[in-house]
């Protein structure tokens, strides 16, 4: 082999370790990215608490069911 072979398998070894290096890098940051678009858009562990006899703004059933109860309930005079 000559001096340049030489010279271009070890260039081309030295490549393609920094070739794994950079795709073992890409695939942290990957999970990175994936791992903060869960904790920033994922579901989340707060719960909307109603309390007692309060009509709960996202549950167009509850709406319903309060606005029955307003007409149902004797008007005092």
């Not at 794994?20 to 989340?44: A, D, H, P, W, Y």
């Not at 996202?58 to 606005?67: M, R, V, Y």
Request: aromatic share 4%; glycine share 4%; charged share 30%.
């Amino acid at each position: 082999m000559t001096e340049l072979e030489q010279q271009l398998m070890k260039q081309n070894k030295d490549l393609l370790a920094q070739n794994q290096e950079l795709l073992e890098q890409v695939r942290q940051l990957n999970e990175q990215i994936q791992c903060m678009t869960k904790k920033l858009f994922g579901s989340s562990s707060e719960k909307t608490k109603v309390a007692d006899g309060q009509i709960s703004l996202f549950n167009p059933d509850n709406f319903l069911k309060g606005q029955r109860q307003l007409k149902t309930k004797p008007s005092k005079k």
